[in-house]
């Protein structure tokens, strides 16, 4: 005969089973959802960088000229809405790109790759010297920071 003790264990088993079945799915019903986020910030992503738009403004913005800081903001800076706003777009969409890859929402390698250390590279030789007197002026120390940062460690490896 069976003992209701034996009976009881088996039941534990069964339900400790079924709760250790739940966890299991749901972990990986989490990184499945997680992957998928990835998927959808470089999708989104992908619309800024490919669009005319944007590719105009890099280009435009590459080929600013100035002799110092304050030439610079009396050519592009806010007395110039429309350069301004070129050079703001492309710098935003790449800090923003760098901030989800600090963030490990997304594999390096392949934003290094899909960004483009060219264009990335070329945006922070390029406006390095004003992104770093803005920190001073603006009291903005952490202005470009990730850009800075991955031009770095990318520029070495």
């Known amino acids: 005969m069976v003992d209701l003790a034996e009976i009881q264990a088996a039941y534990y088993m069964v339900a400790a089973t ?3 079945v739940a966890a299991i799915y749901y972990v990986l019903n989490l990184r499945n959802t997680i992957d998928n986020r990835k998927a959808q910030l470089l999708m989104e992503y992908n619309k800024i960088m490919s669009s005319k ?3 105009i403004d890099l280009h435009e913005s ?4 100035w002799k110092d800081f304050d030439d ?3 050519k592009y800076g806010h007395p110039n809405p429309e350069a301004h706003s070129r050079w703001i777009s492309v710098s935003n969409s790449m800090a923003y790109a ?9 594999d390096e390698e392949m934003l290094r790759s899909y960004l483009g250390y060219v264009s990335m590279g070329a945006f922070w030789e390029k406006f390095a010297p004003v992104i770093k007197e803005m920190r001073v002026r603006m009291i903005a120390p952490r202005m470009g ?3 800075e940062f991955y031009y770095n460690k ?3 490896s």
């Open 72 to 74: 610079f903001w009396a």
């Open 18 to 20: 079924g709760v250790l």
């Open 154 to 156: 990318w520029q070495k």
């Open 53 to 55: 738009e944007w590719l």
């Open 98 to 106: 760098l901030e989800l890859l600090r963030w490990k929402l997304v």
């Open 145 to 147: 920071e990730a850009m």
């Open 62 to 65: 590459l080929n600013y000229e």
